[in-house]
């Protein structure tokens, strides 16, 4: 089945909550995500909440890699959007689950713009 897309969502429990509360260490991991995996990334916007909490999101050529964070609660919900076959998003969310130290986590993944299994030619 040909897809447009891959959307992963990412549920991080039990992670380092001073690492969720970091905004530079977010924006380096979400950047070192996107770059170990060979995504070209074109834009970004990071806040810190206050008292805790960041939200950040990396736009990427090939789409977006996103993320909210609760260092309250040791978790952080992050998303990663691929279109295209350059780079395999699972590469990317692993390196978002080991670096903020995620000791238990969920990945789904959506298959995003299904097309029928022959495109019409223009």
Known sequence: MNVLGIHLMLEL????????????????TLKRAATEVGAHIVGDTFHH?????????????ESHICIHTWPEYG???ADIFT????F???????????????RDHTITQLRRGVLPQTVPSS
């Open 49 to 61: 909440f206050q008292p805790h909490g960041v939200t950040g999101v990396l736009a990427i050529a």
């Open 13 to 28: 429990r039990e992670c380092n909550p001073e690492l969720l509360d970091d905004l530079p260490y977010i924006r380096e």
């Open 88 to 102: 395999d998003p699972r590469d990317a969310a692993q390196i978002l689950v080991d670096g903020l130290e995620s």
């Open 83 to 86: 279109c295209g076959t350059s």
């Open 75 to 77: 978790y952080a919900a």
